[in-house]
């Protein structure tokens, strides 16, 4: 067993508040693997430096866990602060961003700088990009496709869930030319937490459950997101066909992904690019062929877990993904990247099991 310490300190909307603690990480027999409980930071290889973290937002379903009092924003001494999680509504964080010190290493969870085209933006959100000379230095954090990148930023935008999910399996393929660039069509599924915290009508226990819905069809705002992550990785312009559905469950995502493939292609040549792209990462899974995954597999978890199929229409593939929307498609890629961004293991604080059942 070994012993490690972090120093976090969360935000509320204009709240803040730090708490110190002890962590312990505890090797399980025969997996090979170190578990850590913590919830925001941890040091693992650098005693010598406790990074000191600030979370925007805490007492939403990306930022809490259990709190202790929190003091406004305003009162708040940035010099004591070396990192923040941005975890505040769209459309509140490019102002607050650009009002903070220079000096500290952000990851943003909103969708305020997810976008590289700031009209686009304007036009998928409604409202004027208040920071567009921000916009210019910020890097799109899907950890395992922009590694490098992520390593030497200053500000990450965290991508959206349902992108993630969607990105990790199609852009190995992509960029490996092995699928077309058309007919794509991504059938995805979330639990009700990825509507976030605040009280609404939508998301009464009665109007959700015991049954299932499609919403934003058509004009989700995550869509720009899916193709700008696609069409970077095609060097073209990718359209999708995207629509995604709310679930009565807390908590995970399903992508349901239909793709042609291209000509000579076979669905092995699908399985060995996926698993020669994945192989050596930590949380990105290529299940054995013929194995479904399962939102109850990474429930808890920062793992994305995929497999690819063949459809009964020859030429096409289905692929199927699936996270904890609140951890791989939040929180927990969050951590992934500051873990990158300040040269920590990749994986501290993040080596949750799947919960079960």
Known sequence: MSTASFTSNFFGTGCFWKVESRISTVKKQNEGKMFVKCAVNTKTQKPEKAVRIGVLG????????????????????????????????????????????RSLKIVDLSADFRLRDISEYEE???????????QKEVVYGLTEVLREEIKSARLVANPGCYPTSIQLPLVPLI??????????????????????????????????????YSYGITRHRHVPEIEQGLSDAANSKITVSFTPHLMPMIRGMQSTIYLEMAPGVTIEDLYQQLKISYED?????????????????????????????????PGRAIITSVIDNLVKGASGQALQNLNVMMGYPENTGLLYQPLFP
């Open 58 to 101: 805490a007492s939403g379903y990306t930022g809490s866990e259990d709190l202790p009092d929190m003091v406004a924003i305003k009162d708040t001494n940035f010099s004591d602060v070396d990192a923040v999680f941005c975890c505040l509504p769209h459309g509140t964080t490019q102002e607050i961003i650009k009002a903070l010190p």
């Open 281 to 313: 990462e930590e949380f990105v899974v290529l299940l054995e062929r013929g194995v479904v995954p399962r939102t109850h597999n990474v429930r808890g978890s920062n793992y994305c877990f995929i497999n690819v199929f063949p459809d009964r229409i």
């Open 175 to 212: 960029k490996a030319n092995l699928i077309e660039y058309r007919n794509i069509i991504i059938d995805a599924k979330s639990g009700v937490s990825g509507a976030g915290r605040g009280a609404k009508e939508a998301n009464l226990y009665t109007e959700i459950a015991e049954g299932i």
């Open 124 to 134: 998928w959100y409604g409202q004027a990009h208040r920071a567009p000379d921000l």
